[in-house]
């Protein structure tokens, strides 16, 4: 089994691929219990004009495609940014084994940020989490991202 910075990596891969469809760059990856990546994706709401098209959604809708379920039960999320609301209601939903994140998202993430739904009791299925792997890559990314646009938008 490869290491969990190994799959972070994938995931950073991910949001870079966001970035330059100029998108948000958050990336995320689902590993099955074999150690194989099974799902990807990368920030689109801009460009697939969907506001769920998160990377997480998007990487666990490709890999309930390929494994033919939706509950990805024994799987891994490796995301670069503290989960939102919405993505970790579809990360519980999934019954995913794990969660790592990298950064941690102050304004909206629901792991450490603004609430810890991860670790209510009330929901039928617990996930394990653990944020900051990678965090100071992920942050680098977001932090480019929005002084560039910050740049554009003072120049135009």
Known sequence: MRSDEFYMHRAL????????????????????????????????????????????????????????????????????LEPCLMCTGAIIHARLARLFYGAAEPRSGMVESKANLFA??????????????????????LREFFATRREESSSG
Request: glycine share 14%; hydrophobic share 40%.
């Open 120 to 141: 209510q009791p009330w929901f039928n299925h617990q996930v394990d989490v653990q944020g900051g792997i990678l965090a100071s890559r992920a942050s680098r990314l």
């Open 13 to 80: 891969d991910e949001a870079r691929r966001g970035l330059a469809a100029g998108e948000v760059p958050v990336g995320a990856v689902v590993v099955d219990a074999t150690g194989e990546i099974v799902g990807a994706g990368f920030n689109a709401p801009v460009g697939a004009h969907d506001p769920s098209a998160h990377a997480e959604i998007r990487a666990l809708r490709d890999a309930g495609e390929r494994l033919g379920n939706y509950r990805l039960e024994g799987c891994t999320l490796y995301v670069t």
